[in-house]
């Protein structure tokens, strides 16, 4: 199987590496006159103490820190940008069929996801906080009216939005209007995406396919009373399918980008159906469901066979029994991630000319 090794660290430096591509665009992109947008979104570069240059990312964003940047004279082009988003995509595709595979090692637990299946103190982010006296809170204020994996994810969501999680433009919190103020200073980013991505957030709906369509797919149906891990899997899966979802906004740019004058004329005119036409890759579509088909048999079958002792050179991997179905994978990107994304692209590129407000 031609799958490459799985590596933390230089997935990390990759990571790193195609940041650092991002804020060299960004710069290059929203320092042009022609399309920078007025005033405070500016980002600027200057000459740092050690002669790198500095971005200084735009003052609109909360102030705090610099980001470092290597000086804007090289032209990156839209393609390597769009190829570095890719690359990213693929790398997620990793991250999103382990958290499938872990999921799936639990039943169903219904209870997990009904309000009340599992009682559970009431949140203490939840936007109403109970009292005791409302209508959310039972009798001595113990119990919240919420699923447990709703009152995971909020209770997630008050933990990273301490350290600053929903500030990056990468992220998507469940529960927007319940975010906490960061216990961290406060971080800046190159703006690579039009204002308009600050408003886009489809995680209700990603919440209601993954209880429709992937759940019913990657678990048994039953329960074996592993509510707390599996709830804990759910939130994984959530996040990480969340973020894959929403990369749509910088997909979206880069095509723009790309062809902007093409782009330009049917955002002018909100032709959805010419966008849809416009950035769909039917080819590339093909090649993410083949992968995605062989990763999740590899990476199912691995997690089969580790640690066991009977497992010999020549044992085949291929008779092991797989943890997740690979078709189940293959056709969740076909029928959900990706038209979810691109649901994300249509939304961004419909305002992407809107004037920041
Ligand atoms: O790679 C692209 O060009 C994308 O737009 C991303 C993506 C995807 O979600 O993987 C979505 C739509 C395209 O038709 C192909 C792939």
Not at 35 to 44: H, I, K, M, T
Not at 265 to 286: K, P
């Amino acid at each position: 199987m031609n799958v490459p090794a799985l590596s933390p660290l230089s997935d990390l430096s990759q990571e790193v590496q195609l940041r650092r591509e991002a804020a060299k665009k960004a710069l290059s992109h929203w320092s042009h006159p022609r399309l920078a947008p007025p005033g405070p979104s500016r980002v600027r570069a200057t000459e740092g103490a050690d002669g790198q240059a500095v971005l200084e990312a735009p003052v609109n964003i909360p102030s705090g820190a610099q980001i470092l940047a290597t000086p804007p004279a090289e032209d990156f082009s839209s393609a390597l940008l769009l190829d570095s988003i890719r690359q990213s995509l693929i790398r997620q595709e990793d991250t999103i069929i382990y958290s499938l595979i872990e999921r799936g090692q639990f039943q169903r637990n219904d209870w997990v996801y009904q309000a009340d299946g599992v009682a559970m103190p009431a949140s203490r982010s939840a936007s109403q906080p109970s009292t005791g006296s409302t209508p959310d809170t039972a009798p001595g204020g113990t119990s919240a009216k919420c699923s447990l994996l709703e009152w995971l994810l909020r209770e997630t969501e008050q933990v990273h939005g301490r350290i600053r999680r929903y500030t990056s433009p990468i992220e998507h919190p469940f529960f927007p209007e319940d975010l906490p103020m960061p216990v961290l200073p406060s971080m800046t980013y190159p703006q690579v995406l039009a204002p308009c991505a600050a408003d886009i957030n489809i995680n209700s709906r990603i919440m209601s396919m993954y209880l429709r369509h992937v759940l019913p797919a990657i678990t048994r149906p039953g329960t074996d009373n592993n509510f707390g891990s599996a709830a804990m899997h759910d939130v994984l899966c959530l996040q990480a399918l969340s973020q894959r979802i929403h990369y749509g906004k910088y997909v979206a740019e880069a095509k723009f980008q790309a062809k902007e004058e093409v782009y330009r004329r049917e955002v002018e005119r909100q032709d959805v159906e010419a966008l849809m036409d416009l950035l769909t890759d039917v080819s590339v579509e093909q090649q993410v469901v083949e992968r995605v088909r062989r990763k999740a048999e590899q990476y199912g079958r691995d997690a089969a066979t580790a640690g066991s002792t009977e497992a010999s050179a020549d044992d085949s991997d291929a008779d092991a029994p797989c943890k997740i179905a690979p078709e189940a994978v293959a056709e969740l990107y076909a029928s959900w991630l990706m038209p979810l994304n691109k649901d994300v692209q249509i939304a961004y590129l419909l305002r992407r000319l809107d004037p920041p407000s």
